[in-house]
């Protein structure tokens, strides 16, 4: 049973768009991360966010962290294909451990 | 290369079986998480240990175990293996809660 809801749970775009996937919990998290994971590897960290209403910037990618820390998005600019993956947001509800969503598969095509 | 080594990186047993999957955290990492990703089912957390005791446990089965030695690397026992068992098993680990480190992973395919 997943705690965490990611959406959508495919995402196919063109090189150049914009996008934005959600993750969304009914539970207040007391932090939550993104990563990413390429096949046949494991997830990779990409950000986490503690505060409710933190907005963190990696380049491209845009997190934010909802005021009620129930919720999350990842918004990308520009996609290119190398952002392409599986993105999955992991949240924690007593800083132990960590659930993940089903995860959001992007592809980017050239 | 993350730090965290998990061997062996593909398996390929019988059903019935019992086979050992092993992790060794990042350098300075106290903490050992690991989880069953399937297509079905996503990352499940199964259980986490911390300086060699266990710390959480999630959807394990009760076939299944682990240890935390005091070398702090880790060990998965998968027993009495069923197809439904066939999936990737990923060890993470952290120091402190900032964040896990994950290892590329074992695959284990029962036949």
């Known amino acids: 049973t997943q705690l965490l809801e990611q959406s959508p749970q495919f995402l196919s775009i063109q090189e150049g768009e914009n996008l934005t996937v959600y993750c969304n919990s009914s539970?207040?998290?007391?932090?939550l991360q993104w990563y990413r994971q390429e096949p046949g590897e494991g997830p990779v960290l990409l950000v986490t966010v503690v505060t409710g209403g933190e907005v963190k910037k990696l380049k491209r990618l845009t997190f934010q962290f909802g005021d009620a820390r129930k919720d999350s998005s990842l918004h990308i600019t520009a996609a290119q294909p190398g952002d392409t993956g599986l993105y999955l947001c992991?949240?924690?509800?007593?800083?132990?451990?960590?659930?993940f969503g089903a995860g959001t598969r992007l592809t980017v095509k050239p | 290369d993350s730090g965290v080594t998990q061997t062996p990186k593909h398996l390929i047993t019988a059903t019935g079986q019992r086979v050992t999957l092993r992790c060794s955290p990042r350098?300075?990492?106290?903490?050992v998480y690991w989880y069953q990703q399937s297509l079905d089912q996503g990352l499940q957390f199964l259980i986490q240990?911390?300086?060699?005791?266990?710390?959480a446990k999630g959807n394990i089965l009760e076939r299944f175990s682990a240890q935390q030695f005091p070398d702090l690397h880790s060990e998965l026992n998968l027993s009495s293996l069923e197809l439904g068992d066939s999936a990737l098993y990923f060890c993470a680990s952290s120091v402190a809660f900032q964040g896990y480190t994950f290892g590329s992973g074992t695959r284990l395919t029962v036949v």
């Open positions: 539970s207040v998290f007391s932090s």
């Open positions: 350098s300075g990492d106290l903490s």
């Open positions: 992991a949240g924690s509800y007593n800083n132990n451990d960590m659930r």
């Open positions: 240990y911390y300086n060699g005791e266990e710390r």
